[in-house]
């Protein structure tokens, strides 16, 4: 599969009706001079198909050529989602909830030209989106500067009722035949009495749990099984470009009950695959609010810094080559706080050294009507630049004088790695909203055990992993590994579980680990599927708090939020928490296991600051020296390769204050700042980085096979 040469960065520029045919020539010449090497069109099937089979392109022909002109790529981003009217006026092609209340097409922020958004299991629909996507690829595929197709903007089904009309609930059950073979044997999964996969429709709402659950799954299914039909088709127009694809939310923020997709499913179907940057790290209020920001205007970001690093090692973990596909050029309303500089440069930092292969700015200039106006802009609509379109270039000329250091930067892999999984994830949203009313509304249990968890061990300084459940085999490449509630345990996982830690592996659990089996069913005793030997502990009960409770554990006392386990000792296990069994520990093999009473990452999401403390300890009980103290500077140093494997490292200062450059933890040897220039030997025990500033230290003599920068 074709992936890109070249790093580029590249910026969304073109969403139709704006900006306007005689700011074109300006605007390009404008971002090639920012050192961008490629934009990003968005062409809208509802503008460029306004009478069906009559197709109108004079806007990306002139746009392509005045790109080329100016030396710059373009990404051909296809969007479907926004459909013509005459798609839902002249054929069936509107979605329809489970209850049989059309969901009827409309504008929305992405799609301001209306036609949000037709089935696209409608065999109607997807040949007429079939048309118009063949009618692009083959209009412009011998362009020599189209850089790759982007087939799918954000797939995601979306809202819960999406969708259940005939063509739907066919998709529905020939997965569920796909998935349990029989009828039978799908009654006998679940403890039910179906008669035929035709008597399932999909549920109206939450109170089964296991039916919204496979529900929801299938759905995530159906939106990859839509982009391995674009990827066909694309590929066999044009089978030497790269094909990409990326999520509006990755699968570790997204909401996926409500908001479905599965980033392991759909990025199987591409060349690259991407997430757009969300800045937040709570629950999504409004584009005015939003909860717990990363930005530095948050007086708590340090709480929350860990966010950009997290998405891209999820990325990482989906799929080796991957792009962050939107970051945002600055907020997302105009009565909001507007980003700086200094934000930009951290998203863009932070998702590079955990291993971005590429990078798209959404967007160049704001969009002037609808729900997105005057949002996200670079710059100001007039073209005159901000701090923030200076500090993106200071990236984007780094790269074209450097792209061989950018273009083959790999970071190091880490010690340590948090298990995360899809299925668990949704299950534990229906189950902590209870309701269809609240869906949405609650903090769920899963989604903050994982990024308290990230958050906890990258704040130890260390590279953090995520694994993707799917491919829990490959816990053996590291030397401890989270469970986050881990509620949802096949006899299958125990077994790679107890492998690991034989080996010597050291093992955490959040309570609830194996509560249910695969198919959601409780079991009598827990953890269940043998892991009560492993762990040496079995859970009594596992309650709601009302309140933060005090709990002790390896000699560290703090606040547990959220629930607390009763737990007791079994077989070998030793309490850790002085009599409270807040903390079971136990060894098997050459490795341990840790069982924890409470949920440490929820606690420290719910601000207690001693959990650090913990984690620390345990890591030391792995072996594993952080060095790390309460209070230290917020200085992140990322290791890694370039070249043919000769040491290079990240180094993000995210204190407002000038920091000792900590140079002793590199590889001996002269450095040179890929982004400033500066030269730099680890000898120097006196050399700073300024406060919120972010360096690319790469060996003196490192080969840059630079472009010309004007």
Same mark, same amino acid.
Request: charged fraction near 25%; hydrophobic fraction near 40%.
């Given at each position: 599969?074709?992936?890109?040469?070249?790093?580029?960065?590249?910026?969304?520029?073109?969403?139709?009706?704006?900006?306007?045919?005689?700011?074109?020539?300006?605007?390009?010449?404008?971002?090639?001079? %920012?050192?961008?090497?490629?934009?990003? %069109?968005?062409?809208?099937?509802?503008?460029?198909?306004?009478?069906?089979?009559?197709?109108?392109?004079?806007?990306?022909?002139?746009?392509?050529?005045?790109?080329?002109?100016?030396?710059?790529?373009?990404?051909?981003?296809?969007?479907?989602?926004?459909?013509?009217?005459?798609?839902?006026?002249?054929?069936?092609?509107?979605?329809?909830?489970?209850?049989?209340?059309?969901?009827?097409?409309?504008?929305?922020?992405?799609?301001?030209?209306?036609?949000?958004?037709?089935?696209?299991?409608?065999?109607?629909?997807?040949?007429?989106?079939?048309?118009?996507?063949?009618?692009?690829?083959?209009?412009?595929?011998?362009?020599?500067?189209?850089?790759?197709?982007?087939?799918?903007?954000?797939?995601?089904?979306?809202?819960?009722?999406?969708?259940?009309?005939?063509?739907?609930?066919?998709?529905?059950?020939?997965?569920?035949?796909?998935?349990?073979?029989?009828?039978?044997?799908?009654?006998?999964?679940?403890?039910?009495?179906?008669?035929?996969?035709?008597?399932?429709?999909?549920?109206?709402?939450? +109170?089964?749990?296991?039916?919204?659950?496979?529900?929801?799954?299938?759905?995530?299914?159906?939106?990859?099984?839509?982009?391995?039909?674009?990827?066909?088709?694309?590929?066999?127009?044009?089978?030497?470009?790269?094909?990409?694809?990326?999520?509006?939310?990755?699968?570790?923020?997204?909401?996926?009950?409500?908001?479905?997709?599965?980033?392991?499913?759909?990025?199987?179907?591409?060349?690259?695959?991407?997430?757009?940057?969300?800045?937040?790290?709570?629950?999504?209020?409004?584009?005015?609010?939003?909860?717990?920001? /990363?930005?530095?205007?948050?007086?708590?970001?340090?709480?929350?810094?860990? $966010?950009?690093?997290?998405?891209? !090692?999820?990325?990482? /973990?989906?799929?080796?080559?991957?792009?962050?596909?939107?970051?945002?050029?600055?907020?997302?309303?105009?009565?909001?706080?507007?980003?700086?500089?200094?934000?930009?440069?951290?998203?863009?930092?932070?998702?590079?050294?955990?291993?971005?292969?590429?990078?798209?700015?959404?967007?160049?200039?704001?969009?002037?009507?609808?729900?997105? +106006?005057?949002?996200?802009?670079?710059?100001?609509?007039?073209?005159?630049?901000?701090?923030?379109?200076?500090?993106?270039?200071?990236?984007?000329?780094?790269?074209?004088?450097?792209?061989?250091?950018?273009?083959?930067?790999?970071?190091?892999?880490? !010690?340590?790695?948090?298990?995360?999984?899809?299925?668990?994830?949704?299950?534990?949203?229906?189950?902590?909203?209870?309701?269809?009313?609240?869906?949405?509304?609650?903090?769920?249990?899963?989604?903050?055990?994982?990024?308290?968890?990230? +958050?906890?061990?990258?704040?130890?300084?260390?590279?953090?992993?995520?694994?993707?459940?799917?491919?829990?085999?490959?816990?053996?490449?590291?030397?401890?590994?989270?469970?986050?509630?881990?509620?949802?345990?096949?006899?299958?996982?125990?077994?790679?579980?107890?492998?690991?830690?034989?080996?010597?592996?050291? %093992?955490?659990?959040?309570?609830?680990?194996?509560?249910?089996?695969?198919?959601?069913?409780?079991?009598?005793?827990?953890?269940?599927?043998?892991?009560?030997?492993?762990?040496?502990?079995?859970?009594?009960?596992?309650?709601?708090?009302?309140?933060?409770?005090?709990?002790?554990?390896?000699?560290?006392?703090?606040?547990?939020?959220?629930?607390?386990?009763?737990?007791?000792?079994?077989?070998?296990?030793?309490?850790?928490?002085?009599?409270?069994?807040?903390?079971?520990?136990?060894?098997?093999?050459?490795?341990?296991?840790?069982?924890?009473?409470?949920?440490?990452?929820?606690?420290?999401?719910?601000?207690?600051?001693?959990?650090? +403390?913990?984690?620390?300890? %345990?890591?030391?009980?792995?072996?594993?020296?952080?060095?790390?103290?309460?209070?230290?500077?917020?200085?992140?140093?990322?290791?890694?390769?370039?070249?043919?494997?000769?040491?290079?490292?990240?180094?993000?200062?995210?204190?407002?204050?000038?920091?000792?450059?900590?140079?002793?933890?590199?590889?001996?040897? $002269?450095?040179?700042?890929?982004?400033?220039?500066?030269?730099?030997?680890?000898?120097?025990?006196? /050399?700073?980085?300024?406060?919120?500033?972010?360096?690319?230290?790469?060996?003196?003599?490192?080969?840059?096979?630079?472009?010309?920068?004007?």
């Amino acid at each position: 599969m074709p992936t890109p040469e070249d790093f580029h960065f590249c910026v969304q520029y073109y969403r139709q009706p704006t900006p306007t045919p005689d700011e074109w020539e300006d605007d390009l010449r404008h971002i090639a001079g %920012l050192g961008f090497t490629a934009i990003q %069109l968005r062409p809208q099937w509802a503008w460029h198909e306004v009478e069906e089979g009559t197709f109108r392109w004079d806007d990306m022909d002139c746009l392509i050529e005045l790109a080329e002109r100016n030396g710059l790529m373009v990404l051909f981003k296809f969007f479907l989602e926004s459909a013509p009217a005459w798609l839902f006026k002249n054929y069936d092609a509107q979605r329809v909830a489970p209850d049989g209340v059309p969901i009827r097409p409309r504008a929305r922020g992405s799609f301001p030209l209306g036609g949000w958004m037709p089935c696209f299991d409608n065999p109607v629909v997807w040949e007429k989106a079939s048309r118009f996507v063949r009618s692009g690829v083959e209009r412009f595929r011998e362009r020599k500067n189209i850089l790759g197709w982007h087939l799918w903007n954000e797939p995601r089904s979306r809202p819960f009722a999406d969708c259940a009309c005939k063509h739907s609930r066919t998709v529905y059950r020939k997965w569920l035949a796909d998935n349990f073979g029989s009828v039978e044997r799908f009654n006998e999964t679940f403890g039910l009495a179906v008669r035929a996969w035709k008597d399932i429709d999909p549920p109206p709402d939450i +109170s089964g749990y296991y039916d919204s659950w496979l529900w929801r799954r299938s759905r995530a299914d159906a939106v990859a099984w839509w982009v391995r039909r674009m990827a066909e088709l694309v590929r066999g127009l044009d089978p030497e470009r790269p094909l990409f694809c990326h999520v509006g939310f990755n699968t570790v923020l997204q909401p996926t009950f409500i908001d479905t997709s599965h980033d392991l499913l759909t990025s199987r179907e591409v060349d690259v695959f991407g997430t757009s940057l969300p800045h937040w790290t709570g629950d999504f209020h409004t584009f005015f609010k939003v909860d717990r920001s /990363a930005l530095f205007s948050n007086p708590g970001f340090r709480d929350e810094a860990y $966010l950009y690093g997290m998405q891209a !090692r999820w990325m990482g /973990a989906v799929k080796d080559y991957f792009w962050i596909n939107e970051v945002y050029g600055n907020s997302w309303n105009y009565m909001a706080e507007d980003y700086t500089g200094q934000d930009l440069r951290f998203m863009l930092g932070s998702t590079l050294s955990e291993g971005a292969r590429g990078i798209v700015i959404w967007q160049f200039k704001s969009e002037r009507f609808s729900e997105e +106006s005057l949002t996200s802009g670079l710059v100001e609509i007039d073209g005159s630049d901000t701090d923030r379109s200076l500090a993106v270039s200071e990236l984007c000329r780094a790269a074209r004088r450097d792209p061989a250091a950018f273009r083959s930067w790999r970071p190091e892999k880490a !010690r340590v790695a948090v298990v995360f999984d899809f299925a668990a994830d949704m299950y534990s949203q229906m189950e902590d909203a209870e309701n269809s009313e609240r869906v949405g509304t609650v903090c769920y249990r899963y989604k903050e055990s994982v990024k308290g968890w990230f +958050s906890l061990l990258w704040r130890q300084g260390l590279a953090v992993d995520l694994v993707a459940v799917e491919k829990l085999e490959q816990i053996r490449g590291y030397e401890l590994i989270v469970l986050p509630y881990c509620h949802l345990v096949s006899q299958e996982m125990s077994y790679v579980l107890a492998g690991y830690v034989i080996e010597g592996g050291t %093992l955490v659990a959040d309570p609830g680990l194996a509560f249910r089996d695969r198919r959601a069913w409780v079991q009598p005793v827990r953890p269940g599927q043998g892991l009560d030997t492993l762990f040496g502990c079995r859970e009594k009960k596992l309650k709601a708090l009302l309140k933060p409770v005090e709990v002790t554990a390896l000699e560290v006392t703090l606040q547990a939020h959220g629930m607390l386990a009763g737990l007791e000792t079994y077989g070998s296990g030793q309490d850790l928490s002085g009599g409270g069994n807040r903390l079971i520990g136990n060894t098997a093999g050459k490795g341990r296991t840790f069982y924890c009473g409470f949920y440490p990452g929820l606690s420290c999401r719910a601000g207690e600051r001693e959990a650090a +403390s913990l984690v620390s300890r %345990l890591l030391n009980e792995a072996g594993i020296e952080t060095g790390w103290s309460e209070g230290a500077p917020l200085l992140r140093v990322r290791k890694g390769t370039v070249g043919r494997g000769q040491p290079a490292a990240w180094v993000l200062n995210f204190e407002p204050d000038a920091q000792p450059l900590p140079l002793a933890s590199l590889e001996k040897g $002269l450095y040179r700042c890929a982004i400033t220039g500066k030269h730099f030997d680890t000898a120097d025990t006196g /050399a700073v980085i300024a406060g919120r500033e972010v360096m690319f230290l790469v060996p003196e003599d490192f080969e840059t096979g630079a472009r010309p920068v004007d």
